[in-house]
């Protein structure tokens, strides 16, 4: 088990891959506060797509850790998500394995990423549930985390896939409820900017019109 953030394998596919990921999918990256570029960061984003972790890591250069379901690392591509120092995690209980990983990057001042709903929103709400998981890691060590929202539709040459990055808080001092109630009203703040940019898919205005009524 690795005991320092792994970002090399990250850094360099990251350098081929996203080029190809943004002349695709041609999206829009709105960095309202940049991403800190060192210390103990909590990388928190909604999730719509599997390909959300592209949107973050847009935003900046820094290597993310982040945390990924073990079924990848069971196909033809986990080589892939080791190369990449992605973190596997067993979402059928208490992986304590993946978060002794993740505490491990923190503590040595890495950056991780995760996603505080569990998994890809697949409800008629704006957003999933959110765990405790991504807020318990960050007050533990106490990380700052950061707010991602990601909008729009992921298609050919999108017109509205948008990421916007909010203002990070630190944790210190906040119960673990704090962080998360935090941090899902500060991602919830900005998908309400892309929406009220014009970047967002018919369903995500109905499920923000509830939301927020």
């Known amino acids: 088990m690795s005991h320092k953030p792994q970002t090399a394998g990250f850094r ?3 350098k081929i891959l996203l080029p190809l990921f943004s002349l695709y999918y041609n999206p829009r990256v709105i960095v309202e506060h940049p991403v ?11 999730h719509k797509h599997v390909m959300d972790q592209c949107m973050a890591a847009l935003s900046t250069k820094r ?6 379901k073990s079924e990848y690392f ?18 059928n209980g208490h992986d304590e394995e993946a978060k002794s990983e993740a505490n491990a990057v923190l503590s040595s001042g890495g950056a991780l990423g995760i996603f505080p709903e569990g998994t890809r929103n697949k409800t008629n709400n704006l957003m999933g549930e959110f765990r405790y998981g991504a807020a318990s890691l960050a007050c533990k060590n106490n990380a700052v985390m950061v707010p991602v929202a990601v ?7 999108s017109k509205n896939l948008t990421s916007r990055i909010g203002k990070p808080f630190s944790t ?8 998360n109630k935090r941090i899902e009203a500060e991602i919830a703040a ?5 929406l009220d ?16 009524s």
Do not use: H, Q
């Not at 290597?63 to 990924?68: K, P």
């Not at 591509?77 to 596997?88: E, H, R, V």
């Open 74 to 91: 069971k196909g033809p591509f986990a080589w892939f998500f080791k190369a990449t120092g992605c973190i596997c995690v067993n979402r």
């Open 172 to 179: 210190e001092g906040m119960t673990v409820e704090e962080a």
């Open 12 to 14: 360099f596919f990251s």
């Open 63 to 68: 290597g993310i850790n982040y945390m990924a």
């Open 190 to 194: 900005l998908i309400k900017k892309n």
């Open 36 to 46: 800190p570029m060192d210390g103990a960061t909590v990388i928190c984003s909604n």
């Open 151 to 157: 909008t729009g539709e992921y298609k050919f040459r």
């Open 197 to 212: 940019d014009g970047y967002g898919t018919p369903e995500e205005y109905e499920r923000a019109e509830r939301y927020f």
